[in-house]
T-cell receptor
Framework: KAGVTQTPRYLIKTRGQQVTLSCSPISGHRSVSWYQQTPGQGLQFLFEYFSETQRNKGNFPGRFSGRQFSNSRSEMNVSTLELGDSALYLC?????????????FGEGSRLTVL | GQNIDQPTEMTATEGAIVQINCTYQTSGFNGLFWYQQHAGEAPTFLSYNVLDGLEEKGRFSSFLSRSKGYSYLLLKELQMKDSASYLCAVRDGASNYQLIWGAGTKLIIKP
């Protein structure tokens, strides 16, 4: 079955702009999580959506937001971009089972802020 | 609080065995995952432990001790393609089953 699809794969923005990233999870998966990864850093959790509801949220400023649609596709938005927002943004889908659900990651969207 | 510790970097020789340790502190342990991430690629699932003991899967094994808050990933017969970062993550039942991630261990394999 098809894996997790993220678009766009690469994008360049300037400070102050906003960006929207998209994630299509594996068919049948109801949970989508978003992570930020910078060089040398671990995965920094942004938020998780399950059945269109935000189930968990990390410690990121309000400039970072997300949503999930009825077909489980998810988007995340970053407003008023800063240089420090340059990172790989990874989306992961899972069945949503809190006990065993492993995460399946997309290839990521690499954002560069100039 | 929540905390996961892994060594930052390890070096091993092709054909050898290496053990990557992970220690954790969480309020409501609900399983531990190991993921592999090659440079520039997405993380891929390696193993999942929820009960104490050793889980073997080919050249890779993962061990868990819940009483010690400790896990390790054992890689045998190392190959050059095993050069990657290895991420430890714990599911925390006290935080709505959120996954808490370690910073990852970069493993360098030398010929």
């Amino acid at each position: 079955k098809a894996g997790v699809t993220q678009t766009p794969r690469y994008l360049i923005k300037t400070r102050g702009q906003q960006v929207t990233l998209s994630c299509s999870p594996i068919s049948g998966h109801r949970s989508v999580s978003w992570y930020q990864q910078t060089p040398g850093q671990g995965l920094q959790f942004l938020f998780e959506y399950f059945s269109e509801t935000q189930r968990n949220k990390g410690n990121f400023p309000g400039r970072f937001s997300g949503r999930q649609f009825s077909n489980s596709r998810s988007e995340m938005n970053v407003s008023t971009l800063e240089l420090g927002d340059s990172a790989l943004y990874l989306c992961a889908s899972s069945s949503g089972d809190p006990y065993t659900g492993e995460l399946f990651f997309g290839e990521g969207s690499r954002l560069t802020v100039l | 609080g929540q905390n996961i510790d892994q060594p930052t970097e390890m070096t091993a020789t092709e054909g050898a065995i290496v053990q990557i340790n992970c220690t954790y502190q969480t309020s409501g342990f609900n399983g531990l995952f190991w993921y592999q991430q090659h440079a520039g690629e997405a993380p891929t699932f390696l193993s999942y432990n929820v009960l104490d003991g050793l889980e073997e899967k080919g050249r890779f094994s993962s061990f868990l001790s819940r009483s010690k808050g400790y896990s390790y990933l054992l890689l045998k017969e190392l190959q050059m393609k095993d050069s990657a970062s290895y991420l430890c993550a714990v599911r925390d039942g006290a935080s709505n089953y959120q996954l808490i991630w370690g910073a990852g261990t970069k493993l360098i394999i030398k010929p």
